[in-house]
């Protein structure tokens, strides 16, 4: 156990000091880990990540040593919606663009190194993150890359700037979250050090890990990778298939781990229909869940209620539980690879969080009983009177009436987990840890409103941004403008009718969503 691969040490013979040897828990993975929000992250978001809450309830004496984020990276989601005002979009998105860059010139050139002489997080989980970002790119990697490309902002006024020059914001975005992950205080004797090596060298007791959804499942529930026609031979199932079998050289590392290491946690991926962002057809007025068709349990029709301007698709109901059986396999498969790595080494410390059995446990989207209510055993929720679910979330969008709909397991991205949905994964988890670790106290407050902004106090603009965006994508698709309730239980589409040209506000929408495109790109969710 923990032997036959050797890690990458630092320069120099520099060792960080005892004090940060040997934590509870470290998180490494994607940002399903990093604690990512409505495709945002900031020291907030990070201090409620999965693995922030898994060693609270490990060590509650441990203070855990989340990313202290100085400010957002790139750009706040959240807070640009709140800002958006679309009789005045033009002016606005062009202060969002200007703030974008000088938030990537500050954390590119260095303002936000810790100043502290030996510095190192417990959760280094980066947004974006795949197989190969977490085994084979070093902190050089990423530094180079910004290095390369900061410059290239110089050039960039507009919108359209950003294709010209060829900046990949989206890139930029995971190199300057690795810079501050792996290296925080920018130590040249850590240039070389890979997320593996780091786990490696500071040798936590339990690992945690998410990795897949970038390898596949945002394909599917935001792409709508299965229904093209031909599929991406390089997208979705195909490449989550690839990903089951690249595991076994993650499995190798995890493996040679120091002994040190007693648990390590993978993750499975979650099941197509339980993501949030795979829904109904939409329309408040006609569709309802309650009275839609269902076929074995899945809805007659999904789309993926949000997405770019060009890539509006649905699946049958069929086709979604045809999904859900590959997803299943796939993870199978996974499981049976890393454990036969760990198998031939006569190691027993790998475990796996099964992440679709736990969401398909809360899938209140398509059984209402499963939904979060102030009865569910651990919930402390502030309103009785809400009922959250793995749903899209939504807004009813009145002035004087609480606006909360449906949904609140997801952020406002449809994919990464809202501060609700992150407790009850950190729970979920828990649990499948006490078997090991039976000191483990679930507190109530793991399932918890607290902390949420968007329940409270929705971004003014998100529902109507998001109706009309909905609208302008069916149209380029072919689609009427509203679903109606025939469509929403399968019947065909109409046939593709005459390009409608889009009114003043659904061009204000649309050069939002190519600002918010140019500068988020698909990044895990929006990634």
Sequence with gaps: MGAGM???????????????????????????????????????????????????????????????????????????????????LTSRLKARLRLALDNARRWGTGMHRVPAEHAAWDNIAQAGAE??????????????????????????????????????????????????????????????????????????????????????????????????????????????????EDMAEVAEHLAALPPETEFIWVNTV???????????????????????????????????????????????????????????????????VVRGVFAA???DRVRFFRLDEALKRFDGKHSPSKKITDATPGARLERRDRRYSNAAIDFDNFIIFDSFREGGLASLDNHHPSGLGYSVLARELLKDMRADLPEITLNRVFISEQGDRIF??????????????????????GFRTEPDFAEANGALMQPRPIPVALDTEEQQVEAFVRFMGAVLGRQEGVR
């Design 6 to 88: 050797p890690f990458r040490q630092p320069d120099d013979g520099y060792a960080f000091p005892d004090s940060l040897m040997r934590p509870p828990v470290m998180g490494i993975g994607d940002s399903m880990y990093n604690g990512m929000r409505s495709a945002t992250i900031n020291a907030e978001f990070a201090a409620r990540s999965v693995p922030a809450l898994v060693s609270q309830a490990v060590a509650p004496d441990y203070a855990f040593l989340a990313p202290r984020y100085p400010e957002v990276l790139l750009l706040d989601v959240e807070q640009t919606l709140r800002e958006i005002d679309l009789g005045d």
């Design 131 to 244: 197989i190969r970002d977490v085994i084979h790119r070093d902190f050089g990697f990423w530094d180079d890359f910004v290095m390369e490309n900061l410059p290239k902002l110089d050039a960039v006024e507009t919108i359209e700037d950003i294709g010209r020059t060829g900046v990949d914001l989206v890139m930029l975005h995971m190199a300057l979250n690795a810079r501050f992950l792996f290296n925080p205080n920018g130590r040249e004797e850590l240039r070389e050090m890979r997320p593996i090596d780091l786990v490696a060298l500071r040798k936590p007791r339990t690992l945690v890990m998410n990795l897949g959804s970038n390898h596949g499942i945002i394909d599917i529930t935001l792409g709508g990778s299965e229904a093209q026609d031909p599929p991406d031979p390089e997208a979705g199932l195909r490449s989550l298939a690839k990903w089951a």
């Design 270 to 336: 979650p099941l197509p229909s339980t993501v949030p962002n795979q829904m109904y057809p939409y329309n408040l007025r006609e569709v309802f869940p309650q009275d839609l068709d269902r076929v074995s349990g899945y809805f007659p029709v999904y789309d993926n209620r949000l997405g770019g301007l060009d890539d509006y698709t649905q699946y049958s109901g069929r086709q979604m539980k045809a999904l859900d059986d590959a997803v299943r396999g796939i993870n199978e498969r996974m499981v049976e």
């Design 345 to 347: 080494r006569g190691d």
């Design 456 to 477: 409270s106090d929705p971004p003014g603009e998100y529902a109507s941004i998001l109706r009309i965006l909905y609208r302008i994508r069916r149209r380029r698709e």
